[in-house]
């Protein structure tokens, strides 16, 4: 029987799954923990601070949500290509001549110049698939319509929702993706348990929902929700690329808005705040899958290395859990 009573505390740290693990990410710090492929559990600590501090610019409502998007972009692909590395079954690739290229005339490592192009080509692909296929395909769906600019907006919403919806259920038949998701609910499961203040156990971790309110998941979905009112307000052109051009544009304020209603409805508990997130927990269902207890294991040993890091960053293995 799962636990879902309201937490007894609500947890500073937030995480990611990656390769066969977890990153916990602390205030002053990202904790990672990897299964390594002779069955090893590696722990990483690496001192990080977001941008958006308090009392700054960046640290303003609104502007905080457009910084803490593009950390989670740059953060998630910088952990993920690390874990793949503490792995240790992947072999090491060697930088192709553009990245040797790129490295040289920007004075940069080609770690970072590789980790670079890989936001770019993924913010490529999400730009192509949330955006350029949605309004091409509204435009195709309305060409013809007399609808007011209102309801033609709200539909090229829902056709990018839609895409989205699709797209999770598409990955998550992957069999590496489902993995990943696995480890997704292993976080959440861990910081849950926290929160309950039970004991930090593979066995007590085991009985708390995968579900969390405070899920990036939720985040995507409300990035897609409030974008819907959002350029419905700004209104609907009828030409294609200035369509998408606005709506690319004003992104970065719907992201900021978005976390804004995310903090909301995290942190409380009411009616309103139950709404708001339902729909992204529900989505949950296919962004996580339950966890094994070598699972829990990795995730329970990440959290314990963001709530007590060390003196300096290192790299560590522990034997495979009896």
């Known amino acids: 029987m799962k636990q879902v009573q309201k937490p007894a505390r609500v947890c500073a740290i937030g995480g990611q799954a990656v390769m066969e693990g977890v990153m916990m990410k602390a205030p002053s710090g990202i904790a990672m923990a990897v299964r390594r492929a002779d069955g090893t559990i590696a722990t990483e600590y690496t001192p990080y601070e977001s941008k958006s501090k308090k009392g700054t610019f960046l640290g303003l409502p609104i502007v905080r949500g457009v910084v803490a998007f593009v950390e989670v972009l740059s953060l998630g692909m910088r952990t993920i290509t690390r874990s ?14 553009f990245e040797e290229w790129l490295s040289k005339k920007t004075g940069k ?4 110049i590789a980790i670079g192009l890989a936001v770019v080509l993924a913010l490529a692909l999400s730009i192509g698939l949330f955006f350029m296929l949605p309004t091409f395909v509204s435009g195709l769906l309305l060409h013809k319509s007399s609808s007011s600019s209102f309801i033609k907006s709200v539909v090229e919403g829902l056709v ?29 499961k861990v910081i849950a348990c926290y929160e309950h203040e039970a004991p930090l156990t593979a066995e007590s971790c085991r009985t708390f929902t995968r579900l969390h309110a405070r899920c990036g998941t939720n985040y995507m979905f409300l990035v897609m929700a409030v974008s819907i009112l959002f350029f419905a307000a700004v209104g609907f052109s009828s030409n294609f690329y200035m369509r998408l051009l606005t709506r690319l ?8 808005i978005s976390y804004e209603v995310l903090r909301f409805a995290g942190k409380s508990d009411n009616l309103l705040a139950r709404i708001v997130r339902a729909p992204g927990v529900a989505l949950q269902r296919l962004t996580t899958r339950e966890p094994d207890d070598k699972m829990l294991e990795v995730a329970l040993a990440a959290f314990a290395l963001a709530t007590n890091p060390p003196a300096e960053a290192q790299e560590t293995a522990t034997a495979p859990a009896s």
């Open 109 to 112: 490592p080609v770690e970072k």
């Open 84 to 97: 793949a590395e503490l792995y240790g079954e992947e072999e090491v690739q060697t930088p192709s001549k």
């Open 160 to 188: 990018r929702l839609l895409i989205f919806i699709l797209y999770l259920a598409g990955i998550s038949a992957l069999k590496d993706v489902r993995r990943i998701f696995m480890y997704h609910g292993a976080e959440h």
């Open 249 to 256: 544009v004003f992104l970065p304020v719907v992201a900021g």
